[in-house]
T-cell receptor, first 115, second 117 residues
Framework: GENVEQHPSTLSVQEGDSAVIKCTYSDSASNYFPWYKQELGKGPQLIIDIRSNVGEKKDQRIAVTLNKTAKHFSLHITETQPEDSAVYFCAASLNYGGSQGNLIFGKGTKLSVKP | GAVVSQHPSRVICKSGTSVKIECRSLDFQATTMFWYRQFPKKSLMLMATSNEGSKATYEQGVEKDKFLINHASLTLSTLTVTSAHPEDSSFYIC?????????????FGPGTRLTVL
């Protein structure tokens, strides 16, 4: 089955710097890759997602890139702010779009943005 | 974005009692909802997939008689932890699948913290 590896497990950056979190997946059939932000004591919040028909997607300070050949995708946060501090999870899914695929999650990255 | 609610947000119960957690999709209908469990500082573990009008599909190792799931309408799924024990204490999170053809998206609820004494 699908396996998702996420690195790093913790990341500390200075406010204003960029943060990059990387994930790799094992099943080349996976076609949907969302990123979730989880603050302490709350549920995960979808912040951006990408589907296998595109290589990059951007939403203000957040961008995600996908390399299908290498089977990895990355989250990029620019101009980080203290409120970006949270745990970020990547996920991969099979068969979205008509079939109900389960999300396979990475182990999470705890991002700390220091003011 | 889509909104998913959970109730209660926190619950404390005595060992041996049953606890029901509700998951609602507030602004869309969800044929499929999911229930996850999350241990401290760990990732989300899928427990079961809840399908409206049919039986839930449980992941390997999850006791279906212990974690009862009912998806009676397109906006509500419930998880009942029966005869709860301290080891059932955890953060339970539901999600609802918003289906839009090729752009299905899973939205998560805020979670329920269960503490069994």
């Amino acid at each position: 089955g699908e396996n998702v590896e996420q690195h790093p497990s913790t990341l500390s950056v200075q406010e204003g710097d960029s943060a990059v979190i990387k994930c790799t997946y094992s099943d080349s059939a996976s076609n949907y890759f969302p990123w979730y932000k989880q603050e302490l004591g709350k549920g995960p919040q979808l912040i951006i997602d990408i589907r296998s028909n595109v290589g990059e997607k951007k939403d203000q300070r957040i961008a995600v890139t996908l390399n299908k050949t290498a089977k990895h995708f990355s989250l990029h946060i620019t101009e980080t702010q203290p409120e970006d501090s949270a745990v970020y999870f990547c996920a991969a899914s099979l068969n979205y779009g008509g079939s109900q695929g389960n999300l396979i999650f990475g182990k999470g990255t705890k991002l700390s943005v220091k003011p | 974005g889509a909104v998913v609610s959970q109730h209660p947000s926190r619950v404390i119960c005595k060992s041996g009692t049953s606890v029901k957690i509700e998951c609602r999709s507030l602004d869309f209908q969800a044929t499929t909802m999911f229930w996850y469990r999350q241990f401290p500082k760990k990732s989300l573990m899928l427990m079961a997939t809840s399908n409206e009008g049919s039986k839930a599909t449980y992941e390997q190792g999850v006791e279906k008689d212990k974690f009862l799931i009912n998806h009676a309408s397109l906006t509500l799924s419930t998880l009942t932890v029966t005869s709860a024990h301290p080891e059932d204490s955890s953060f339970y999170i539901c999600s609802a699948l918003r289906e839009r053809g090729l752009t299905d998206t899973q939205y998560f609820g805020p979670g329920t913290r269960l503490t069994v004494l």
